[in-house]
């Protein structure tokens, strides 16, 4: 599954992932290959990204929207600060 992350002033993350969470606005869930597709908006929370080799990293978002379209995973953000 592909993930990118995108500011209004940058590209913060591209690459293959196993897996995302965002803090959807009913509530934190996860994103894994295979998913429906969907549409959603995003509210101040923690993005946790785990990557195909396994490593982990973690951003603070204000707000934005996730879009998921045949293991495609798009997040556009806004007040993103990186935590790990």
């Known amino acids: ?4 992350i995108l500011t209004p ?5 591209a690459g293959t992932i196993k897996s995302v969470k965002v ?8 994103i894994l290959s295979g998913h ?4 959603s908006s995003l509210v101040e929370g923690e993005v946790r990204v785990l990557d195909d080799q396994g490593a982990k990293s973690s951003y603070t ?5 996730v ?3 045949n293991d495609e995973v ?3 953000v806004r007040g993103l600060q990186e935590v790990s």
Do not use: C, D, H, Y
């Open 9 to 13: 002033e940058k590209e913060v993350f």
């Open 23 to 30: 803090p959807g606005t009913s509530g934190q869930f996860e």
């Open 36 to 39: 429906a597709p969907i549409v």
């Open 74 to 76: 798009s997040l556009l």
């Open 61 to 65: 978002i204000e707000r934005g929207f």
């Open 1 to 4: 599954m592909n993930l990118v």
């Open 67 to 69: 879009e998921v379209i």
